[in-house]
């Protein structure tokens, strides 16, 4: 399948990436200027801020039975957003890292635990790290080495996670045990050499989902990493990606761009005819949504 398509939205995002269907609403990030947004369902009705951090903010998850709070990828760590928008830090490893540091690409997992990757401001080959936060709200780095972390990105079991390495072009399959987030050894999935793999989304059909930066497409690939279908868009730097029901959500990123087109940084939506699932939410333990509600 080959699609071309306009955004119905007046928006242009700086870094649009972290898209993600809630179940309820769509939820997405500006990274760089620390933006929190929704989509109306209006679909041309212009995106409206649910929250303005004065740091970047790379991804969301929602906090399971506590309405209107995020678990954060943001800065230099991991952070609460309550609905006020205050933030509670539960951990800032990158804080004294020898590169200057933030976070980027993060999710939750089926069985309720957030993942999120690091990365360097300029780069630097391998500065970057993954981050598992349990349900206890322990933060742990679980991979080094990693260049520009994207995704990571679960199977419906939550038994398989796909994590691309944006600058080295790979995305790579790895196993997780779903009782202790333990991760076993990768293997390769899919090399992009025409562009740079970037946000993923698992279908319902177990296919794999992927924005390739510098190159206006976003790629479906089945489990073998078979190339099956190609949406083009008339945006060079597709950015993250997220199903709600069969619509495929893009979200597209400006910087960097010398001389941006008209559609850079825009939100696209078209209908692919698979669906996928609502994003899952982080899970605190009993003992953690407790201090967390009476924040």
């Keep these: 399948m080959t699609a071309r398509l306009l955004p119905a939205r007046p928006d242009r995002l700086e870094l649009g990436e972290g898209i993600r269907w809630t179940g309820d609403r769509l939820v997405l990030v500006d990274i760089l200027t620390g933006r929190l947004l929704t989509a109306p ?11 303005q951090l004065p740091f970047p903010l790379g991804a969301v998850a929602p906090v399971a039975d506590l309405p209107g709070t995020w678990l954060t990828a943001a800065d230099t760590g991991i952070c609460l957003l309550t609905p006020d928008g205050g933030t509670r830090w539960l951990a800032r490893p990158e804080a004294e890292a020898p590169s200057r540091m933030r ?22 080959a391998g500065a970057g790290s993954l981050y598992r936060v349990d349900r206890d709200g322990t933060v742990t780095r679980v991979l080094e080495g ?9 199977t419906a079991d939550g038994r398989t996670m796909y994590l691309a390495d944006s600058a ?9 045990d779903p009782g202790t987030g333990r991760l076993g050894d990768p293997e390769p ?27 206006g497409t976003v790629r479906r690939h089945l489990p073998d990493g078979t190339l099956d279908r190609t949406v083009r868009l008339p945006a060079s730097q597709p950015a993250g990606v997220c199903l709600e029901g069969d619509a495929l959500h893009v979200t597209t990123a400006s910087v960097g761009l010398e001389a941006p087109g008209p559609y850079d940084g825009a939100l696209f939506t078209v209908r692919v005819g698979v669906p996928g699932v609502p994003a899952a939410p982080f899970r605190p333990d009993a003992s953690l949504a407790a201090r967390w509600r009476a924040v």
């Design 41 to 51: 369902e209006d679909p041309a009705a212009p995106l409206r801020t649910l929250a």
């Design 189 to 215: 999935f899919v090399t992009v050499t025409d562009g740079s793999p970037d946000g993923m989304a698992v279908d319902a059909e177990g296919a794999v989902w992927v924005a390739v930066w510098g190159t």
């Design 168 to 176: 080295r072009g790979v995305i790579r399959r790895h196993p997780v």
């Design 103 to 124: 976070m980027n690409d993060g999710t939750a997992d089926p069985t309720g635990r957030f993942w999120a990757g690091s990365m360097a401001y300029d780069t630097t």
């Design 146 to 154: 990693v260049t520009i972390p994207n995704g990571p990105a679960f």
